[in-house]
């Protein structure tokens, strides 16, 4: 059994409120999550020793020159271009170098900024297998990736397009109570369903808007974060895996099912007893496999586990609580960021407009980077409420 | 089923033409090994030396072993398509302005599974063969058919977007008296081209070819001197916009290397023809074909030379002459690479001796017109940027991959006898 995580917290959740597009850079997206979290934290910039980056639209900085840009001089550092994946690997790393004494306060940042035309050149330099072998076809993106996952999935477990539609449209009213927000319509089924193709089986509402925002969390000591009276999450379990199953011909499981064993046994509880679940949600169909690969349902059987189920924030099955990237939009690697911040908000009772009464206990998960054919990271952590 | 393509209509000049917009271009160095392949229409992937894994995407390293020796082998083609999608929607504008578009995910029995385009007759699960074609990047895509021939299936636009189709274009020949020009016609003729325009040197000299050439339909016969720039800006100025395709298959030939002969006389004449002739063209018609390469079902789509295959390595019983093809070839290259902004196609035929006076003295194997015509027409119908006419073409070809140190020396041994 691998070491646990216990003795360090998670806290000072903050998110900036996102927006469609913005004139700003990546650099400002960040400074602003990292001063909201450590004025959540009543910290000075310079009492952090540890930080850990990740954006898509920093270049050509990294961490490395987000230092010198920001006035830090941490100890520790890391940058984390791990996409949808980005907070639960932010949270390990982060957790392990406090663990050991080679920081004392990390802070975990991520953030982008969405000029107009930016998702449309990033798209086309995302990685090399994808400008040679999935960009030159008609891409643009994932969507048409998603829509091939999509079909041979519904062609599998006869999944149907509401199944999917159920998803977005749950989120869709959580977000409505999300005032940071980019989507603030409600979402009916018939809408859903009626609207415009994308790249079949998928349709607009089945995409995220890419926008800009960021999202930050502080990682400390469970006596650091008591001595200064901070809320805090304890992390019970996390996993995460790279490239797994590589062999399957079509991405109809992820990572995780290599590893929900063993997250499973760290934490010491089971699905069930779960008060809510963030899963990656850049499309719904992924949020349907992480619900079977992380142990709620069998393989192929989400959308008959989900349509008993009511996935809003009074729900009993409350999933992507803030609207996850479908709703909320998906501000770049702020995309791996958005459940566990939210996530660490709602175990710790903070979580306001959005709370999931009594909430104690959340599975995060996520999953990114789509090099060529399919979603290349995946990560998974259960935390618990500590002290409020 | 595919639609069969309607001819195009008149084409309307109060109508802005479409700006032409091309698929993304940039690849690995790679990746480029496919390019390479599509550009002779082979289907080639990855091999590992060590373990035999097939690989895809291009890679610098085996997926299975890590060894670093992969090499580029001709691949079994056949598959089945896994999962299918079409795009509506797209931010690449070339895409956008072609929605919609499909493409797929097919499980290839060699091994890899890839994404590819799909012909409009390929099924869900169904058995699919993978063609290997240049894009109008002049990058190489993989494209899904049917396994089954399926009727007009060459009208798919997604197929025809890959390809050079002579269907419907409009093409120029322009040395009617090249003996091989009347079977070019011919061909394109039956391969569905709506007119064929035929360059004519000389009008007042007597032509073996005119009488065959003007009794065939679709051919108009115009005077054309690819030695004398105003006869070509002026032909480009009557027909350059509504030339698709242009075949440069004008040619000057002389036997004799360098001390066979006693002045520059004949290499001057060689070079006005074989490759002035082709800068003469080129300048002329080349910037309005550029301009048109998004023009609807008759947009401009190729530029073809034909040349000797000794423009790859010299023959010196006709070295001057090599000479000259060995600059043509080098200014096609330069001038695919200023079409390749516009998506207009530059394919070069090379030819071993052709049956005719001037290639008399050497023995067979000879390139018959009908050889070239065949192979000209499958080219464009491919979409290729190099192919070879002729059983010496192919050989020398070969060899010259193979090592271009060693094919030199073996066309210029002396003989011991000397």
New interface residues.
């Given amino acids: 059994m691998r070491q646990s995580y216990d003795g360090v917290v998670l806290c000072a959740p903050f998110t900036t409120a996102y927006q469609r597009y913005s004139i700003e850079t990546a650099h400002w997206w960040i400074a602003r999550a990292l001063k909201g979290s450590l004025d959540l934290a009543g910290l000075r910039p310079s009492e952090i020793d540890g930080f850990t980056v990740s954006s898509f639209t920093l270049f050509p900085d990294t961490a490395v020159g987000l230092t010198q840009h920001l006035g830090l001089s941490p100890r520790w550092l890391d940058h984390i271009p791990m996409g949808g994946a980005s907070g639960v690997v932010a949270l390990r790393r982060a957790t392990r170098a406090v663990q050991s004494g080679d920081a004392d306060i990390v802070a975990c940042v991520a953030g982008d900024t969405n000029h107009i035309d930016s998702?449309?050149l990033m798209?086309?330099?995302f990685s090399?297998?994808a400008?040679?072998?999935?960009?030159?076809?008609?891409?643009?993106?994932p969507?048409?990736?998603f829509?091939?996952?999509t079909?041979?999935y519904m062609?599998e477990f006869g999944a149907t397009r509401e199944d999917f539609g159920k998803i977005c449209v749950a989120q869709r009213q959580n977000a409505l109570s999300n005032p940071g927000a980019v989507m603030k319509k409600p979402l009916t089924l018939e809408q859903y369903l009626a609207a415009?193709?994308?790249?079949?089986?998928?349709a607009l509402f089945d995409c995220v808007m890419p926008c800009a925002g960021s999202e930050a969390f502080l990682v400390m000591s469970e006596e650091e974060a008591a001595k200064r009276a901070l809320p805090y999450a304890r992390i019970s379990g996390a996993i995460e895996r790279h490239n797994a199953h590589?062999e399957d011909?079509?991405q109809l499981r992820g990572g995780w099912s290599v590893d929900i064993d063993e997250l499973w046994d760290m934490a010491g509880c089971a699905p069930v007893d779960m008060d809510l679940v963030q899963t990656y949600d850049d499309y719904p169909v992924i949020s349907a496999m992480q619900i079977e690969d992380l142990g709620f349902c069998p393989k192929g059987e989400a959308p008959s586990f989900l349509r008993d189920k009511d996935m809003t924030i009074k729900g009993d099955f409350p999933h992507n609580t803030s609207g996850g990237q479908l709703s909320a939009g998906q501000a770049g690697a702020a995309g791996g960021f958005i459940g566990l911040v939210e996530a660490i908000r709602q175990v710790t009772g903070q979580a306001g407009p959005t709370q999931v009464a009594g909430a104690s206990s959340a599975l995060v998960s996520g999953f990114g980077m789509i090099n060529?054919?399919r979603g290349v990271c995946s990560a998974a952590a259960v935390i618990t409420g500590g002290a409020r | 089923m595919t639609d069969p393509l309607s001819p195009p209509p008149k084409k309307n000049p109060q109508v802005r033409t479409v700006s032409p917009t091309r698929p993304p271009e940039a690849r690995s160095r790679a990746a480029l090994g496919l390019s390479a392949a599509a550009a002779e229409g082979r289907f080639a992937l990855q091999h590992c030396d060590e373990c035999g894994k097939v690989q895809y995407p291009p890679r610098d390293a085996c997926s299975g072993c890590l060894s670093t020796e992969l090499r580029w082998k001709d691949t079994d083609a056949k598959g089945t398509l896994l999962a299918e999608t079409t795009i509506h929607t797209s931010t690449k504008l070339y895409f956008r302005e072609r929605t919609p578009w499909r493409t797929g995910s097919v499980q290839l029995d060699a091994g890899p599974v890839i994404i590819c385009h799909l012909h409009g007759d390929c099924v869900r699960n169904g058995r699919v063969d993978i063609i290997n074609r240049l894009d109008r990047s002049g990058q190489a895509v993989l494209l899904a058919l049917p396994s089954q021939r399926s009727p007009h299936m060459e009208d798919d636009p997604q197929l025809r977007a890959m390809t050079s189709d002579p269907k419907h274009r409009r093409i120029l020949i322009t040395d009617a008296r090249n003996p091989n020009t009347s079977e070019i016609a011919r061909a394109l003729s039956d391969a569905g081209a709506s007119m064929i325009f035929v360059g004519l040197s000389e009008t007042w000299r007597p032509s073996p070819t005119l009488d065959a050439l003007s009794a065939m339909d679709k051919v108009d016969v115009l005077p054309l001197d690819v030695t004398d720039t105003h006869s070509v800006q002026k032909l480009a100025g009557a027909i350059g916009g509504k030339t698709d395709i242009l075949i440069n298959n004008a040619r000057f030939l002389r036997p004799g290397g360098v001390l066979a002969r006693s002045d520059t006389s004949f290499a001057k004449e060689e070079m006005e023809v074989n490759y002035f002739g082709l800068m003469r063209l080129a300048q002329s018609f080349g910037p309005v074909m550029a301009s048109r390469t998004a023009d609807g079902v008759n947009a401009s789509v190729a530029w073809v030379n034909i040349l000797s295959v000794h423009a790859l390595s010299s023959q010196p019983e006709f070295g001057c002459f090599s000479a000259s093809n060995a600059a043509a070839r080098s200014l096609s290259q330069s001038l695919r690479a200023e079409f390749r902004a516009s998506g207009l196609r530059v394919m070069n035929l090379y030819c071993g001796p052709t049956e005719d006076e001037w290639y008399q003295p050497l023995p067979p194997p000879k390139v018959t017109p009908q050889a070239v015509a065949r192979t000209l027409v499958t080219g464009l119908q491919n979409g290729l940027e190099e192919t070879y006419c002729g059983d010496v073409a192919k050989d020398v070809f070969e060899r010259f991959r193979d090592n271009p140190l060693i094919l030199e020396r073996e066309t210029t041994l002396a003989g011991d006898g000397a």
């Fill in positions: 998702f449309r798209l086309s330099s090399r297998f400008s040679d072998a999935s960009y030159p076809y008609g891409y643009g993106g969507n048409a990736n829509a091939l996952l079909d041979r062609q415009k193709p994308i790249s079949d089986p998928i590589a011909p079509i060529y054919d």
